[in-house]
């Protein structure tokens, strides 16, 4: 009889889970699926096809999937190629303390490539995916101008504190927050547009509410000074770098395919205006499947006449760490990240370093988010193409969560965790 086993069954979201299948004939064909609802109801399922060994074993640690959703030996593959039945649907955690992803593996006898309501499985088990430890705190902050949610981790600390953005959907994103809590970070998850009172669209960005969010973190007794870091991606990449560049208590910027340059508003901060370069409607590209590609959208960074956009990265004085996917299609992130680098070289500078992928896309996420590579946005009339090739979109996340928690832990107060 067949038998499926899956460990561990409970598990943070961003934690490898190994998957076994065992008592098939020799060289038995079965597929292998995984399914889940989300918040909203939408179902997102995968599916691969394997055979069995010698001894009817299937081991995705040393399996190689035949077809299906993906090929070749992807222990996690399942997880990576999770996608909706419906088109242009993303998959997000929101409720991220009260419940968990249950995630639903099922093994089929032969090839099932849309197995029918009567179509049994061998074998079944469900698993947690969660996005906070037991013990982590979210508090909701409505102080002063700041609106977000913290997440302390179990403990007295005090902790590295982060704060941690998201790009042009808006709201509160708290996924990422939740993961760095239970990683050991007290992550301040900060909206700044469409959320509670702030305002419903990006007409300008004020500095001073990021200042502000970066001085309610430090002032808090669990967190860890004298600095803090940000992590962020998209437009709040950009926000960022603008905070590495003039907040003098930001010592460690994360930028995930974001920009070097303001673009398409003000950004203000004390006396400080700078004019963001325009948008170019024009140069969006609609495809076939009905999504548009906002690659060209913004201006080159190198034209004379938008320099006035350009972020003085040079007078940054903490640490940045630029990640790039090479396949993005929302960005030209390569070429910002290249740019920002050569005019700290410029300037004498060294405090920044790249990490490109290759065949990563735009949408780069804690290990164990399946790749989006488009998807639906309130702002926009058309789905956005993110870009992403499934394995190395999913193992540059792999490796990019390491790096991003090395890098935060050692210039937020644990020098000793610094790489030689």
Partial sequence: MAQLTVFPKVSLADEPVKILVSGLQPNQLVTLRASLLDEKGFLFHSRAFYRGNATGD?????????????????????????????????????????????ITLEVYDSLQIDPSPDSQPLATQTIERWYVSPGVQRIPIHEGMVRGALFLPPGEGPFPGVIDMFGGVGGLTEFRSGLLASRGFAALALAYFAYDDLPPFLAELDLGYFEEAADFLLNHPKVLGPAVGVVAIC???????????????????????????????ILRYKDLAI????????????????????????????EPRH????????????????????DDRNYNSKLYAEEALKRLKRHGKSNAQLLFYPGAGHLIEPPGSPLCDMSS???????LMWGGELEAHCRAQEHS?????????????RPALCKL
């Fill in 58 to 102: 299937v081991d995705l640690e040393m399996a190689e999937a035949s077809g299906g959703d993906f090929q070749g030996v992807l222990p996690m593959g399942l997880f990576w190629a999770l996608r909706s039945e419906t088109p242009f649907h993303r998959l997000m955690k929101r409720d991220v303390i009260g419940s968990p992803f249950r």
């Fill in 235 to 265: 437009k709040g990449a950009e926000i960022a770098l603008a905070m590495a560049t003039f907040l003098k208590k930001v010592a460690a910027t994360v930028c995930i395919n974001g920009t070097n340059s303001i673009n398409g508003m």
């Fill in 275 to 302: 004019t963001g370069s325009p948008y170019m409607p024009e140069c969006i590209c609609t495809h076939r499947n009905g999504a548009m590609a906002a690659y060209n959208a913004l201006v080159d960074p190198r």
């Fill in 307 to 326: 320099q006035d956009c350009i972020l003085p990265v040079e007078r940054a004085r903490g640490q940045i760490l630029f990640i790039v996917g090479g």
């Fill in 377 to 383: 946005s309130p702002f926009f009339p058309l789905p």
């Fill in 401 to 413: 969560w390491k790096e991003i928690q090395t890098f935060l832990q050692c210039h937020l107060g």
